[in-house]
């Protein structure tokens, strides 16, 4: 690919005005020399301004996504692209989230540019585990782990029945709910149809990957190493 494309598919500005880092001889090789618009050079032999290109096609990151940011390109409020370089929000091929967190949901968002990957994780014969903690307006009864774990739960409004889910309650107002489907506000749902309301919450892991140390609001680019846990049992 020309080096004019591989700037402007990277969100450098438009093609205009990628041709004009060219012509100010801002683009150059490692070793300083000046590289034109038509050349073709590997991505990770190019310089702009003396610093390595932001990361190729095929980027997957995490974000640590905090209440009140939506999982959407275009919203009047708070988006989460806001928490990303604004470079990001202009890639080809698109960044894109991997599923959603509802805007009032914090916790483990995975993003990426890589299509098949996206469908891979969400499809579901990978089966992805994702974990949510949860903290609920009322007691838990106790009869919740059974009625996630039997995989005959139906959500008002549909007909198939959700797949066994596991819960562990971790206090009388909080428990964690780890899930394989992604349905449209699955956890609340799920609350809502035993009784309960959510009122907070999290995704602390996606398959066997957790947020570690990832501050609020943060992001990471992962590795090899960081998607084999996203296909790992939680
Ligand atoms: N379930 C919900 O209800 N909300 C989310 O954001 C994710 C799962």
Redesign the pocket.
């Known amino acids: 690919m020309k080096l004019l494309r591989l700037l402007a598919n990277l969100g450098y500005g438009s093609r205009k005005e990628v041709a004009w880092l060219f012509r100010e001889g801002r683009v150059t090789d490692l070793d300083g020399e000046v590289l034109y618009a038509d050349d073709r050079v590997p991505h990770g032999q190019v310089r702009l301004d003396g610093e390595p290109l932001d990361p190729a096609p095929g980027l997957v990151l995490m974000l640590h996504k905090p209440v009140g940011y939506t999982c959407s390109t275009r919203d009047p409020g708070r988006v989460i692209y806001d928490l990303l370089p604004p470079r990001f929000r202009l890639r080809s091929p698109i960044l894109s989230s991997v599923?959603?967190?509802?805007r009032?949901?914090s916790?483990l968002l995975l993003m990426t540019d890589d299509g098949q990957l996206l469908h891979r994780i969400v499809s579901p014969k990978a089966a992805v585990a994702?974990t949510?903690a949860a903290a609920l307006a009322e007691d838990l009864r106790g009869d919740e782990a059974a009625s996630f774990a039997s995989g005959t739960l139906m959500l008002d409004g549909e007909d198939t029945p959700l797949a066994p889910a596991q819960l562990e309650v971790t206090g009388p107002r909080s428990a964690r709910l780890t899930?394989t489907e992604?349905?449209?506000?699955?956890?609340?749902?799920?609350f809502a149809a035993v009784g309960n309301h959510?009122e907070a919450?999290h995704?602390p892991q996606v398959g066997a990957l957790t947020l570690g140390d990832l501050p609020e609001g943060a992001w990471r680019l992962l590795g090899e190493a960081d998607l084999a846990r996203v296909f790992s049992e939680a």
Request: hydrophobic share 25%; glycine share 14%.
């Open positions: 599923g959603r967190l509802d009032e949901t916790g994702k949510y899930l992604g349905r449209y506000h699955q956890v609340r749902r799920m959510v919450l995704r």
